[in-house]
């Protein structure tokens, strides 16, 4: 399949020890012609827009629902309690689900703001 056809995206989740992990997922496109491929329909319940500062530093959290986390603007590094550390760039997909267990840690780099869009899923 061609990297036209999916979409790649990270999931953070619980794994039942209640440490979080990281996965590399993809979302299949199917072709629509004209408008080009779709994935899907996922539910969704709300959206998001968020600016972080450029000092921003969360120490350990879970998220506190399911939700997709889109990359705009900046860059985040993100360590998931497994000791796994992903950077994550605009233009990058997050799917957050460690919303029990010991959670993340995440902080902005490269000394500039981060914005973000977050899809709710709860």
């Known amino acids: 399949m061609s ?6 995206i990270t999931r953070l989740y619980t794994g039942e020890s209640g440490i979080s992990h990281f996965e590399d997922i993809e979302v299949e496109l199917e072709d629509n012609g004209k408008i080009g491929f779709l994935s899907e329909i996922e539910e969704a319940t709300g959206i998001i827009f968020r600016t972080n500062s450029k ?3 969360y120490d350990w959290h879970n998220a506190p ?6 990359m705009q ?3 985040v590094e993100v360590t998931a309690s497994d000791g796994e550390v992903r950077i994550f760039y605009p233009g ?3 799917l957050v689900e460690d919303t029990t267990g010991k959670g993340h840690k995440s902080r902005a780099l490269g000394n500039k703001p981060r914005k973000s869009i977050f899809v709710t899923l709860d």
């Open 92 to 94: 990058d997909v997050l």
């Open 3 to 8: 990297n036209e056809q999916i979409v790649k």
């Open 55 to 57: 000092d921003y530093n």
């Open 73 to 75: 603007e900046g860059q």
């Open 65 to 70: 629902r399911r939700q997709y986390i889109i």
